[in-house]
């Protein structure tokens, strides 16, 4: 039987607070992220990383010291795994891209397996030229310098993906039965973790897609004239990144006296952005400036349909090449789900 190697990916955390300031040396020295040269990128990274370590490890002492990403990852590749090894012969890595396991290190296991074929799966249901496309460039990279010429397939997104977009609605659905003694005083935000607004400016499809995933999340609830609104989350620095802001989002929502809930539309994992920003800042914002009540539903994580549709994904990815589009396009610049360029790995 054909032995499949399966990759998640996704941004990566600190392990312990030691690890803060590295973390954030890597991520602020991607060139996709800080698009300088790379010597100015590195002193950069290097002063931003100095700057913001006090408060990261602040941000990560509410939940014990560390980001859970790893965790939370490692329990969707268990699940995975089991979904999968009723297909056939499949084995699920995990590969991180600002801290351990690095790609190099989820490379020696791969290689180790001796698959056939790998399939690259995405955490990032939304394509972002700092999400998806960071990773794939590393990994084109430390295959190439290892030799690892095995056939490779990369799911590059899925803002509509069926499981994913039911596994949100579903936990929306139920906490908008919980609030339905007030339905017409609810404001239901869907927050996705921003981007400078110039990448975006420069061809980033990602508010593209997050608008895709909010749409079909609404067509699956069908519940007309819900006040809703797009926003974003976690923005850092002096630059205009992707508006409206969710924590202005908030405020406004809360002085009209609202009950706020909060959806997480590009996570699908819990990590500081939904622990300590959704639940501990925005929450305290949303209580001190007189909402009527804060709610913010869990991401995806290990719901059934949630994981059922990565499986479906990758199933159809063994039999794609290059770059695979959940909408089963192989994406290329004309590609309309998703405009991208990429050459295969």
């Known amino acids: 039987m054909k032995r499949i190697a399966v990759v998640l990916y ?11 300031k590295p973390f954030l040396f890597n ?5 996709l992220i800080l698009r300088q040269t790379a010597g100015i990128r590195w002193l950069l990274a290097k002063i931003i990383s100095n700057r913001r370590t006090p408060v990261a490890k602040e941000i990560y002492s509410k939940i014990g010291g560390r980001s859970p990403i790893l965790t939370e990852t490692e329990k969707q590749a268990k699940a995975l795994n089991l979904v999968l090894g009723q297909e056939g012969s499949y ?15 989820c490379l020696k296991e791969v290689i180790d397996y001796n698959p056939e074929q790998v399939i690259l799966v995405p955490l990032y249901p939304q394509f972002s030229t700092t999400t998806t496309e960071s990773f794939l460039r590393v990994w084109k990279c430390v295959t190439e310098k290892k030799g690892f010429d095995v056939g490779t397939t990369a799911i590059c997104c899925y803002p509509r993906q069926e499981g994913f977009i039911k596994t949100i609605s579903g936990l929306l659905q139920a906490s908008l039965q919980k609030t339905s003694s007030a339905p017409n005083n609810r404001k239901i935000l869907f927050s996705a973790h921003g981007i400078p607004k110039k990448f975006v400016v420069d061809g980033d499809p990602y508010e593209s897609h997050v608008n895709l995933t909010v749409d079909a999340i609404l067509q ?35 002085r009209k006296g609202q009950t706020i809930i909060v959806v997480p539309v590009a996570f699908v994992s819990e990590h500081s952005e939904t622990l300590v920003e959704l639940d ?5 914002l949303a209580i001190r400036h007189g909402a009527a ?32 589009c959940s909408g089963g396009l192989i994406c290329a610049k004309d590609c309309p789900t998703c405009p991208i360029n990429q050459a295969a790995t």
């Open 91 to 105: 084995r699920v890595f995990i590969a991180m891209r600002y801290w351990h396991p690095f790609a190099e290190e």
């Open 293 to 324: 009540g804060y709610v913010r539903i869990p991401t995806v994580g290990v719901n059934t349909l949630f994981i059922a549709g990565i499986a479906q994904m990758v199933i159809e990815a063994v039999r794609a090449r290059g770059v695979f």
């Open 10 to 20: 996704n941004l990566g955390g600190p392990d312990n607070p030691e690890a803060v």
């Open 220 to 254: 699956d609830l069908d519940m007309p004239d819900l006040d809703y609104t797009v926003c974003y989350q976690s923005r850092v620095g002096p630059v205009e990144w992707l508006r409206p802001y969710t924590d202005e989002v908030i405020i406004k929502a809360a």
């Open 280 to 284: 501990i800042e925005y929450r305290d």
């Open 27 to 31: 991520l602020f020295n991607d060139p």
